[in-house]
């Protein structure tokens, strides 16, 4: 299954970015998750880049609904940059940070409304995250400015989730990711992105079909390679004794196996214990057959081969 026109992290920020974010409390997570995460500040300035058109188009709405100004944007070649005066919001910004983040009762999760926490995860992906292509692996990273000193906190606030996660350096950034598929299925569908989430999971059945398929054949390929090693060898036994004559000093239920093990060496063990007189099981044939191996091993010894 491939989407060759965007990647999969490209696609799920385009249906979290088309979200809406109705509740008062929902805007103040989201915007002080974005803040907390991605903003750079300056004496002048604060502001956060993006890649995706569609988050700072969201950005920039959700900064005129929660504090009354219409940021510029600024469109480069890779990145669309959000602009604020640093002194027409900065402290409404952080008492936002604060509020959501750093006060006692606010500080779990499971204290928010689900909205606030799916606001939260989605405010995070939007601002930091990205995620491998799930037919080549299961990968979800949130790369947080490490000057923010919020990395620590997030990861507990998804660990908190049972998104289990780990935090890595890479430097300017502290990035937290998720590498389970199942963690990664739950991110998304917590955070709201139900056809994301609903395609994640057909792929990745998709993906562990394939995978139990390939170990059965190679199973099975094994298995043929094992018979066609084991009747190579037994046939080529009986064939060196039959050049000398040695093939007589078998006893008749050794020499009949060994034969037909010569005469049909594709057939399995259970198959040609039925051709015996009387008929063996699998492991009966498997007995009678390596007697037979050390048997004529020692014949052959006996002349010096």
Partial sequence: MKHAA?????RIKDELSQIPCIEQCCRQVELATVFFAAAKKSKTHIEVSTGHAGFAERLTGLVEKQYGITPPIRHGREFHTIVLNRAACFARIQADITTVFLSAERQRPAQWTD?????????LYL????VSEPEAAYHL???VRRDSGAADLFKALLDQQDLRSTLVERQHYQVIYLREGQCLADYLLLAGAQHSYLTFELLRVEKEMR????RVVNCDSANLQRVADTAARQSSLLRRLQEKNLDRQLPPDLKAAAETRLQYPELSLKELGAMMQPSLGKSGMNHRLKRFEAMAA???SRTGE
Avoid: D, M, P
């Fill in 298 to 300: 020692e014949l052959l």
């Fill in 115 to 123: 909205c606030c926490r799916r606001a939260f995860l989605r405010a």
């Fill in 6 to 10: 965007f990647s999969f992290s490209q």
């Fill in 141 to 143: 990273e949130l790369a």
């Fill in 127 to 130: 601002s930091c995250g990205s």
């Fill in 211 to 214: 995978n139990s398929v390939n």
